[in-house]
């Protein structure tokens, strides 16, 4: 029944970080805003709203148009729900709030990155108080990971000094972050889990010509990693 119960609360938490998302990083967020179909323009109600079920239940199309709705929505729901029970048992000793934040904040920088290739600073610096909230209250050495986090730094700086455009900012930014949550000992098998999952959807997305092969938004795949390597 809790399983059940973090899945709901991650479906509606993907739900919501992915519209916003969207309009952070098109700069048009109004809080007040209602959602609407993407075909006829109609303003959802209530029932329409609740994640998974309401697609289900009218069949993956608008209630109102009849025209079918993106299955990349339910896609995120079921994703993000799943997520939130990941987060919940990687931090399962921590706050419920603590887990419901860093959801929310991974959720938000995964889909700005699938919107825009982009992820507001503002997101980043929540991030890193998020992390420096880990190493206060596990057992990591603070000047060891401080050093990872450095070395990390310099050599994605230098990598892409050598290298131009082959890695984003706010990517540099992040795994700069996250190194300092994560066990020096690890790392190499961190950058490992990232680097051979983005290759294989890459690769994936190629051969069955489901994506382009531009540029692709690696956050999912550094969260991915950093909670493969969180679980063991």
Same mark, same amino acid.
């Given at each position: 029944?809790?399983?059940?119960?973090?899945?709901?609360?991650?479906?509606?938490?993907?739900?919501?970080?992915?519209?916003?998302?969207?309009?952070?990083?098109?700069?048009?967020?109004? /809080?007040?805003?209602?959602?609407?179909?993407?075909?006829?323009?109609?303003? /959802?109600?209530?029932?329409?709203?609740?994640?998974?079920?309401?697609?289900?239940?009218?069949?993956?199309?608008?209630?109102?148009?009849?025209?079918?709705?993106?299955? *990349?929505?339910?896609?995120v729901?079921?994703?993000?729900?799943?997520?939130?029970?990941?987060?919940?048992?990687?931090?399962?000793?921590?706050?419920?709030?603590? #887990? /419901?934040?860093?959801?929310?904040?991974s959720? /938000?920088?995964? &889909?700005?990155?699938?919107?825009?290739?982009?992820?507001?600073?503002?997101?980043? *610096? #929540?991030?890193?108080?998020?992390?420096?909230?880990?190493?206060?209250?596990?057992?990591?050495?603070?000047?060891?990971?401080?050093?990872?986090s450095?070395?990390?730094?310099?050599?994605?700086?230098?990598?892409?000094?050598?290298?131009?455009?082959?890695?984003?900012?706010?990517?540099?930014?992040?795994?700069?972050?996250?190194?300092?949550?994560?066990?020096?000992?690890?790392?190499p098998? &961190?950058?490992?889990?990232?680097?051979?999952?983005?290759?294989? &959807?890459?690769?994936?997305?190629?051969?069955?010509?489901?994506?382009?092969?531009?540029?692709?938004?690696?956050?999912?795949? #550094?969260?991915?990693?950093?909670?493969? #390597?969180?679980?063991i």
């Amino acid at each position: 029944m809790m399983y059940i119960f973090q899945f709901v609360i991650g479906s509606c938490l993907g739900s919501f970080a992915y519209c916003f998302a969207f309009d952070w990083v098109h700069q048009q967020i109004c /809080l007040t805003r209602r959602s609407t179909c993407d075909h006829c323009s109609t303003t /959802l109600k209530a029932f329409d709203l609740i994640p998974i079920v309401s697609q289900v239940l009218s069949r993956f199309r608008c209630r109102y148009c009849q025209k079918p709705t993106s299955s *990349f929505y339910i896609i995120v729901e079921v994703m993000s729900g799943l997520l939130f029970v990941w987060t919940s048992f990687v931090f399962k000793e921590y706050h419920f709030y603590f #887990i /419901l934040v860093f959801t929310l904040v991974s959720l /938000l920088m995964i &889909y700005c990155d699938i919107h825009a290739m982009m992820v507001p600073d503002l997101l980043q *610096f #929540i991030l890193l108080c998020l992390v420096l909230y880990i190493v206060y209250v596990s057992d990591l050495e603070f000047d060891m990971q401080l050093l990872l986090s450095s070395v990390t730094f310099v050599s994605f700086l230098i990598f892409n000094t050598l290298r131009p455009a082959s890695i984003g900012g706010a990517d540099i930014k992040v795994f700069t972050i996250l190194s300092l949550c994560i066990p020096v000992s690890l790392f190499p098998m &961190y950058l490992f889990i990232t680097s051979a999952t983005a290759l294989f &959807y890459f690769l994936f997305g190629y051969l069955f010509r489901f994506k382009s092969t531009g540029a692709l938004p690696f956050f999912p795949f #550094i969260f991915f990693g950093l909670y493969c #390597i969180l679980s063991i």
